[in-house]
C-alpha cells in the first residue's frame, strides 16, 4: 500500500472515530440531563407522595442527592458552553497550523480540556447523585 492511499485511508478512520466521538458525547450529555432531571423529579415526588420529609430519617442525605442532581445538570450545561467555545479556537487554530504552517499551533485548547473535566464530574456527580438517592430510598420504605 502506498503513502498516499494510507494517509487517504488514515483521514477516513480519524473522521470516522471522530464522528463516533461526537455522536457518544451527544449521547452522554442528553442521559446525563435526562435522568438527572427524571430522578430529582422522582425523588421529589417519592418524599412528597409516599414519606413525608418531616417523618424521613436522614433526611440531609436526600437534600444531598438533590445537591448532586442540581450540580451534575450544572456541569453538563457548562459542558455545552466549554465545547462551543473551544471549538471556535480549535478552529482557528488548525487555520493557523494547516494553512499557515505555523507548528505551535499544533496543540488543544484549554477549554477542550475544561470541557473534557466537567464531562466526567457530571457522570460522577450523577452516579453520586443516585446512590443517594437509592440508599435514602431504602432507609425509607
Known amino acids: 500500500m ?3 492511499e ?8 480519524r473522521k470516522d472515530l471522530l464522528d463516533r466521538e461526537h455522536s457518544n458525547s451527544r449521547l452522554y450529555d442528553r ?17 412528597n407522595d409516599v ?4 417523618e424521613a430519617q436522614y433526611s440531609a442525605l436526600l437534600i444531598v442527592s438533590w445537591s448532586l442532581f442540581g450540580a451534575a445538570i450544572i456541569s453538563t450545561i ?18 493557523k497550523y494547516y ?12 477549554y477542550a480540556k475544561i470541557t473534557d473535566y466537567l464531562n466526567y464530574c457530571s457522570g460522577l456527580l450523577f452516579i453520586a447523585a443516585v446512590v443517594s438517592t437509592i440508599v435514602f ?3 425509607n420504605i
Not at 83 to 91: A, D, F, P, R, Y
Request: proline letters at 2%.
Open 31 to 47: 442521559a446525563i440531563l435526562t435522568l438527572s432531571t427524571t430522578f430529582l423529579g422522582l425523588s421529589l415526588a417519592f418524599i
Open 51 to 54: 414519606n413525608p420529609l418531616n
Open 137 to 139: 430510598v431504602s432507609i
Open 78 to 95: 457548562l459542558s455545552f458552553w466549554t465545547s462551543q467555545k473551544g471549538l471556535k479556537i480549535q478552529v482557528n487554530y488548525a487555520e
Open 2 to 4: 502506498e503513502k498516499r
Open 99 to 110: 494553512l499557515e504552517e505555523k507548528d505551535e499551533y499544533r496543540k488543544t485548547s484549554i
Open 6 to 13: 494510507r494517509r487517504e485511508l488514515y483521514e477516513k478512520t
